[in-house]
């Protein structure tokens, strides 16, 4: 199971998925939502960090033109249900779009999955719905799930899961218990 670490915000989540070795690290670049980062502390942060791939998301209404971007070299993007893919750089080879159960999916080969309730509360039905479009696309789940839900998670078909970045306690510290708990149940 492939893990995205998103919602990265600072140097000490980098550091940290980059040593659990995530398959890729998606910051927030999007001057329209609150928290994204800018392209210098884009580069700040991943040039302190090598492993996973660098992807960049977009939330908003539409891609944002940001100055410095093109110097990056990010064949990754994850975008929002609401942003025409056309409006990307032909250099974005990998396209992630954040979706809901029931809406948003229908055209997109690689889906974020984004589920309103808990795993352990989906209904029979909704949990027949995603194994159906793990057969068609590449899905990773974005959820609320706990260490426990992985085994059912990766009943669904799915390519992976998305873990998130968040605000730190204080400069450089911040607890990732739960974290730690769901990455050492993927890599025993």
Known sequence: MKIIA??????TDARYFAAWGVDMMCYNIDPSIEKSLSVDKLKEIIDWVEGPETAIKYEGLTVPNIEGLSELEIS?????PFIDKSELKPSIKNIFRICTLNEGWNDDEKLILTLSKAVNQL??????QI?????EKEVYLDGIFKAKDLAKI?????AGIILKGGDEEKV???????LDEVLEELFD
């Open 131 to 135: 194994k159906k479009i793990c057969k």
């Open 76 to 80: 990754s993007v994850v975008i929002g």
């Open 154 to 158: 990766d009943s669904f078909g799915v």
């Open 123 to 128: 209904t029979v039905e909704e949990i027949s």
């Open 172 to 178: 450089g510290y911040k607890s990732f218990d739960d």
């Open 6 to 11: 998103t919602d990265i915000t600072n140097l």
